[in-house]
């Protein structure tokens, strides 16, 4: 489904996170261990299936805690047996830390800034470090999630997109939850303008 999975790190302390991890969680390790980084989170930007599959393989092999928002902690660990199924997944463990609007996650002097961003989820975050916000698949490239799927609705998540991602400096990269569009990344100036459905 051309997921995204992201590494965050910080090489001077060898701390690491992982942003939804669905699936490669072996090659996801190898790339933090060729960084020198230690995974200690699993972040999810929300608690669809497919952004969380990799969790209990990720948290066996690292031992890392799994946070999330708290209106997304409940899909965690109650994902139908048919939806699991049906993307080959395994079921995730339950979170360790649970995060709200504001609060902060971090790996040595790495910080990134939870950004509550339902309409996608009810419990749909962003993350954002200068220069840079993980949007989930609340903002894509040249798109926007999906809101008709339980907890979804459109009219939240346009109020997300633009008072909490369009707020944020033009410069700011994107980095979607897929890789959707026609390129893997944007920033916040050029969704303003060119995204059509933020017209």
């Given at each position: 489904?051309?997921?995204?999975?992201?590494?965050?790190?910080?090489?001077?302390?060898?701390?690491?996170?992982?942003?939804?991890?669905?699936?490669?969680?072996?090659?996801?390790?190898?790339?933090?261990?060729?960084?020198?980084?230690?995974?200690?989170?699993?972040?999810?930007?929300?608690?669809?299936?497919?952004?969380?599959?990799?969790?209990?393989?990720?948290?066996?092999?690292?031992?890392?805690?799994?946070?999330?928002?708290?209106?997304?902690?409940?899909?965690?660990?109650?994902?139908?047996?048919?939806?699991?199924?049906?993307?080959?997944?395994?079921?995730?463990?339950?979170?360790?830390?649970?995060?709200?609007?504001?609060?902060?996650?971090?790996?040595?002097?790495?910080?990134?800034?939870?950004?509550?961003?339902?309409?996608?989820?009810?419990?749909?975050?962003?993350?954002?470090?200068?220069?840079?916000?993980?949007t989930?698949?609340?903002?894509?490239?040249?798109?926007?999630?999906?809101?008709?799927?339980?907890?979804?609705?459109?009219?939240?998540?346009s109020?997300?997109?633009?008072?909490?991602?369009l707020?944020?400096?033009?410069?700011?990269?994107?980095?979607?939850?897929?890789?959707?569009?026609?390129?893997?990344?944007?920033?916040?100036?050029?969704?303003?303008?060119?995204?059509?459905?933020?017209?």
């Open positions: 489904m051309a997921i995204f999975a992201y590494i965050v790190g910080d090489e001077a302390s060898g701390e690491g996170l992982v942003i939804d991890p669905a699936a490669n969680v072996d090659g996801l390790i190898s790339e933090a261990q060729k960084k020198g980084l230690t995974i200690k989170y699993i972040v999810n930007t929300h608690g669809h299936v497919d952004h969380i599959s990799g969790n209990q393989d990720m948290k066996k092999k690292t031992g890392a805690q799994i946070i999330i928002h708290e209106a997304d902690a409940d899909m965690l660990i109650s994902t139908p047996s048919m939806v699991l199924r049906m993307f080959g997944a395994k079921p995730s463990p339950p979170a360790d830390i649970i995060v709200k609007e504001g609060d902060t996650i971090s790996v040595g002097q790495v910080t990134l800034r939870v950004i509550h961003t339902p309409g996608h989820t009810q419990g749909g975050m962003s993350l954002y470090m200068d220069g840079y916000v993980f989930g698949d609340t903002l894509f490239v040249g798109g926007v999630g999906r809101t008709d799927l339980p907890g979804g609705s459109w009219s939240v998540m109020r997300s997109i633009r008072e909490k991602l707020t944020l400096p033009d410069d700011t990269v994107v980095l979607p939850g897929h890789n959707y569009g026609p390129s893997p990344t944007s920033t916040i100036g050029r969704e303003r303008k060119a995204n059509t459905f933020l017209r």
